[in-house]
């Protein structure tokens, strides 16, 4: 019951931030560029629910429309990666010798370069944009998916059944497709939750920074970074952005951790 209710209460989180996500597509309180100086930080209440920024701009709105940009990055990134790296992993499971240390070693290259020093790298020879974010999250999350991927298909290839594959002389790409690529499902499932969770703080820090989102586009990293002039005369102004970042990384966490216990078999005795 226990890891029934992490599950729903991350599901719960995760189904929040994504039906903002998806409500901003048709509808929002305000036009979130809209600048509006007579009723510049305006206080929460009256026509808006989260008050006005500094410009004028409904915080709600901008909220909203911020967990839009925040889940299309994270989905491209997290996609990009699951693409990149599920691949490497599988390779270098059912390969023995060079090949699957080469993928390795690619791997741990891949590792050196974090996602903040690659979207800096990145942006300094493409400037900053929002493909820039998601191609730095990508490639700095896709060593996660290759090491997962090949401890889960050094498992599956142990199996007798890869024997029998074998010795009915089904090709290295029909057993990968066949055969491991659906027993690994539900670790890359589980994967692909924890990746999203820091690929949303990974977007919030590049947008920080300035290498994420550029402006007027609003998202979660740059109200934070518009707002922490504000910190001690409009504190609410961070605490917004500041909880739909926490509320969104908690929600996933929550939602693999709980997902990990449920497909996992190896903690079926500790559960």
Known sequence: MRHRATLTAGGALVALVLAAALLSLLWTPYDPLHVDAAHRLAPPGGGHPLGTDQFGRDVASRLMTGARTTVFV?????????????????????????????????????????????????????????????????????????????AATLRVMAAEYIDAARLARRTRAAIAWRHVLPNIRDVVIVQVSVAFATAVLAEAALSYLGLGTPPPTPSWGRMLLESQELLFSKPELCLWPGLAIAAAVLGLNLFGDGLRDRFDPTLEGVR
């Open 74 to 150: 994270g989905v491209v990134a997290v996609g990009f990666a699951t693409v990149l790296g599920v691949p490497m992993g599988i390779a270098a499971g059912m390969s023995e010798g060079f090949l699957g240390a080469l993928v390795m070693r690619v791997s741990d290259f891949l590792l050196a370069f974090p996602a903040l020093l690659l979207a800096i790298m990145l942006a300094a020879v493409y400037g900053t944009s929002t493909l820039t974010a998601m191609t730095a999250i990508g490639i700095a999350s896709a060593p996660g998916f290759a090491r997962v991927s090949r």
